[in-house]
């Protein structure tokens, strides 16, 4: 609930009052009570109208994170609790918005969190302002110089761990945007102390802070050197001098008596001299001696005194805390160097001013008369500007301006600087003084000058009105400051407010071969030495307060008070003595009584009439009109009572915070009610809402089941319709269907009726045709027959009648030639008929012949063409004249043979005239030629021995197959013959097996049929015939028996006996055989066997 929460007034769940300002009753108690209220409930920020009052709550709250960044960003001043962002908000959007320079004052006693706030503030500007990488460097180098500047400007003190031992004011610039350009850091040095033996670092128990890492912080602030820009060599010259003056603050001094019997001071150890020495590259003897002497220079006269040890002491002590000092000034400048706007544009600044609140100690000295005079003068800005802005506001506002009746210290002020009675010239002028100056000659003269003044107070002064006041020593005096009487011890003035160096200090520094050191003291340069004394401290704080004041008036404040709740430096408590000290000093009562001296209270009229709206039933829950007379009803309607409030322009004033509690009240209370109004509404609504919600799905789901149901019916009643439907449409289909049936059926019954008719008709037609036809026929016929017998008898009628004709022409022409052969008998010769007969004939055989001529067929002799006979007479002339032409070109044909074709023709001729017709073998020959010597044998060399055997021509010369005569099995012989002889011969070896000479042969046998069987008879009873008849097969059986025929014929005269039979006999040795041929035997394929059946049968199967 409390993250939820959204705050719109500071008022709202307030601990105590979140400003002070509307403290009712107001004093000092309350006053405190609030504070401590606050702070325990860790408020430790309260405002007082615009001022910040800030308690140090000495533990880290979670009050800076960045959401609190964004929660303060851009939000109005009083709208949410009191925060130290708050006021940087205001401060930076006025600078930006309004162009206005901002100056936020930071105060408050050491340890009270000056440092802490103005951090607080440049880091929520930082967080607020533009982005982008050049803003951010920037940002990042302003940030970092605040570690650098702690580390050589801080110090552990008994009041504060880290407490800032100068001054610090900057310039934090920024462009037109509200970005960030650059700053300036002024410093004002007041607190180093001169006791520099409380600060020896190196002794490390006085150096230890709880809680902190020195290592740490020394790689914090080296990185923080480098990011706002220190080169290494700088950052190492820096450390350098830092250890210088801290070993300075080891050297010691021993008194030695001299011969005049003054004391002399002598360094005790010289190795720390030595040590630093080298840190800073000067001549250990130069130093040495600055220890020792002391030259004064006046009018060309220079005297050397020697130093006794407490002026060596002071002349160390001096010199380390100038060294210190005026390195930490360089560091500043380094670091503004750094910092400083690159550009040259109109700049809109915001002043960050951490100066060291009022101090009231026990003891106080020149430093607190400094610092209070510095806070004297800050209050007097406060006052001038604080009541200047109230009286602005009001005049801006229209509002009556009553006086507010409030201390002005310009008069203390006054008291201090005053130039020519101020106490701070008063110091000057005992500073410089001719003569011996002390502490009490200065008490005296301000006893003097000042004892009138009603601030200053003095047991010496000249009224005495303080002679009985024990509370006031001799040696002091009392300065009723503004917030408080201080009472300041007077010795160490002098000295404070000279601040000598000695010169031989400086130009001892001026030799260091150290750079930094060296640039350090230019007033040791011999070449310029000045005689003119600088500036006393006091001239120069007063210089410098004067420029601060100054630039602090353009600028419109914003004022953080710091307060120290406990000396403890512990969280938790809240010391209330202390507290109520600083609440006095710091003026906080007074400034709540001059923020109330006019009106405590004052508000825009828009967030006013906001919060109060609903007191008002007018303004409740909208005012229409403008928020002043809203307001006014409002107030009019509470009946507020006139003199407690006014209007402003813009704003309503009250004055009276009873009457802004009152109000406060009356809202808390409206506002009850109104929670429970608003509860009330709201679970109206909400049941309302959950009613119409439920309504509105039980409205969706009845729609859903209904429109479910619906469908559901709907798909039944479709489906039902669909059925119904189809039953229909069935119904009506099949009735069509029946009806396109039936009107088909009819369609064809008319067909068929009509092709019946047709068909009838056509067919009685037909008939009707036919027999048309064949009436027509008959008619044609009977015409015919008619026509035909018509014809015929016409015909035969003609035919008589040429008969008739022609008998009578013949007649005629037979009475004619009988007439002319009776009348022309006496001319004629009784053969003139015979004549003529002959030569008709010879006329007719005369055109047969030329004919003849032209229709002769070709020469070969195979040509059977002939032309046809013209007259019948000439038949035998015809077929004689044929033969003749046939024979002739036979012959023509015969004469073109050679010799040798002669012979073969004639053999041809011979075989024809012994086989035709006779042998079925025969027809297949005719084509064969004659070839005889089948076998070459004059060329084969194997026959070599057969041929050289013998000695006649051969004629033929081919293997046959000789029929065993035993068994009818064929052996392969060579059959040769010539002119006498018959000679077998073994094919292999050529080996003559049998001769027969030709003589002896007698007949030859062979079947009718288509084989190649012969066989050879032998004259009986002779040499050959031993053995009996021969039985051959060849393939040229036709040539080999023509052959044999003529060879015999022409050798033995005698016609060889060729017999022709299926059935012959031969003589095989004793044995007369049938040999027989079977025609039709397939059984071999179609080759003949031959098979000796049995004594006296071989049979040869003919295929
Ligand atoms: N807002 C804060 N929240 C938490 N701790 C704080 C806050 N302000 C101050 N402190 C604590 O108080 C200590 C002292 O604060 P700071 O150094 O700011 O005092 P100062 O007023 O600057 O003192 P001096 O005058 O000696 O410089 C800080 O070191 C820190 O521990
Ligand atoms: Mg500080």
Redesign the pocket.
Known sequence: MAKMEVKTSLLDNMIGVGDMVLLEPLNEETFINNLKKRFDHSE?YTYIGSVVI?V??????PIYSPEKVEEYRNRNFYELSPHIFALSDEAYRSLRDQDKDQCILIT??????????SKLVMSYVAAVCGKGAEVNQVKEQLLQSNPVLEAFGNAK?V??????RFGKYMDIEFDFKGDPLGGVISNYKLKLERDFSRYNYLSLDSAKVNGVDDAANFRTVRNAMQIVGFMDHEAESVLAVVAAVLKLGNIEFKPESRVNGLDESKIKDKNELKEICELTGIDQSVLERAFSFRTVEAKQEKVSTTLNVAQAYYARDALAKNLYSRLFSWLVNRINESIKAQTKVRKKVMGVL?I?GFEIFEDNSFEQFIINYCNEKLQQIFIELTLKEEQEEYIREDIEWTHIDYFNNAIICDLIENNTNGILAMLDEECLRPGTVTDETFLEKLNQVCATHQHFESRMSKCSRFLNDTSLPHSCFRIQHYAGKVLYQVEGFVDKNNDLLYRDLSQAMWKASHTLIKSLFPEGNPAKINLKRPPTAGSQFKASVATLMKNLQTKNPNYIR?IKPNDKKAAHIFNEALVCHQIRYLGLLENVRVRRAGYAFRQAYEPCLERYKMLCKQTWPHWKGPARSGVEVLFNELEIPVEEYSFGRSKIFIRNPRTLFKLEDLRKQRLEDLATLIQKIYRGWKCRTHFLLMKKSQIVIAAWFRRFAQQKRYQQTKSSALVIQSYIRGWKARKILRELKHQKRCKEAVTTIAAYWHGTQARRELRRLKEEARNKHAIAVIWAYWLGSKARRELKRLKEEARRKHAVAVIWAYWLGLKVRREYRKFFRANAGKKIYEFTLQRIVQKYFLEMKNKMPSLSPIDKNWPSRPYLFLDPTHKELKRIFHLWRCKKYRDQFTDQQKLIYEEKLEASELFKDKKALYPSSVGQPFQGAYLEINKNPKYKKLKDAIEEKIIIAEVVNKINRANGKSTSRIFLLTNNNLLLADQKSGQIKSEVPLVDVTKVSMSSQNDGFFAVHLKEGSEAASKGDFLFSSDHLIEMATKLYRTTLSQTKQKLNIEISDEFLVQFRQDKVCVKFIQGNQKNGSVPTCKRKNNRLLEVAVP
């Open positions: 430790i800030s140090n709550p000495y533990r880290s709250l408050g006693e050491s340890g009270a969190g000056k440092t802490e706030a003190t009041r504060n761990d880290n407490s800032s951490d060291y710091c």
